[in-house]
Antibody, heavy 116, light 109 residues
Framework: EVQLVQSGAEVKKPGESLKISCKGS????????IGWVRQMPGKGLEWMGI????????RYSPSFQGQVTISADKSISTAYLQWSSLKASDTAMYYC?????????WGQGTLVTVSS | QAVVTQEPSLTVSPGGTVTLTCGSS?????????PYWFQQKPGQAPRTLIY???NKQSWTPARFSGSLLGGKAALTLSGAQPEDEAEYYC?????????FGGGTKLTVL
């Protein structure tokens, strides 16, 4: 069974760094793109970017370029989304998804709360 | 970056038919935008209903269908059920860059 399991909720202060994860199982992790999606409280979905774990080819949406870093460690079948300096406006639910079969598989989401 | 537009809200009667649309600021939506439709219910992750314009996932009820209509991508629900009440998002691809629409809140009432 294909699964994407995301790391748990985080509460951080502005200016702190953070790295959240998305671990894939039940398939060859290096063969499919992993995408990240943001959903701010009460708002819609926003496409952040994607990574191909096979060669770490990474593409960012313009709104997120330079704001976050997407990476992957294929040795442990895990993709990451990280911030070097969080802002209150980064408070959101973050989802990862796998590109196979029309982005059929999604993680459960990681809630990130940034508050002083 | 392109802007993808959806109706903010729609209401359908139980058993009725409704069409949600997805437009692009760059012009007509075509199959080359690989339109996707996602359903999201409160407190849940999104799930794909339709991909590449009209392909269904194994879990997509037969009452949902995807198409291109009048220069837009369309999601048609025929025979609405109470459990179809949800937020629906389209996603378009622009030479690899992907953009979500703002979502349509569908009420079954």
């Amino acid at each position: 069974e294909v699964q994407l399991v995301q790391s748990g909720a985080e509460v951080k202060k502005p200016g702190e760094s953070l790295k959240i994860s998305c671990k894939g199982s039940g398939y060859r992790f290096t063969d499919y793109w992993i995408g990240w999606v943001r959903q701010m409280p009460g708002k819609g979905l926003e496409w952040m970017g994607i990574i191909y774990p096979g060669d770490s080819d990474t593409r960012y949406s313009p709104s997120f370029q330079g704001q976050v870093t997407i990476s992957a460690d294929k040795s442990i079948s895990t993709a990451y989304l990280q911030w070097s300096s969080l802002k209150a406006s980064d408070t959101a639910m973050y989802y990862c998804a796998r590109s196979a079969s029309g982005w059929a598989n999604w993680g459960q989401g990681t809630l990130v709360t940034v508050s002083s | 970056q392109a802007v993808v537009t959806q109706e903010p809200s729609l209401t359908v009667s139980p058993g009725g038919t409704v069409t949600l649309t997805c437009g692009s600021s760059t012009g007509a939506v075509t199959s080359g935008h690989y339109p996707y439709w996602f359903q999201q219910k409160p407190g849940q992750a999104p799930r794909t209903l339709i991909y590449d314009t009209s392909n269904k996932q194994s879990w997509t009820p037969a009452r949902f269908s995807g198409s291109l209509l009048g220069g837009k991508a369309a999601l048609t629900l025929s025979g609405a059920q109470p459990e179809d009440e949800a937020e629906y998002y389209c996603l378009l691809s622009y030479s690899g860059a992907r953009v979500f629409g703002g979502g349509t809140k569908l009420t079954v009432l």
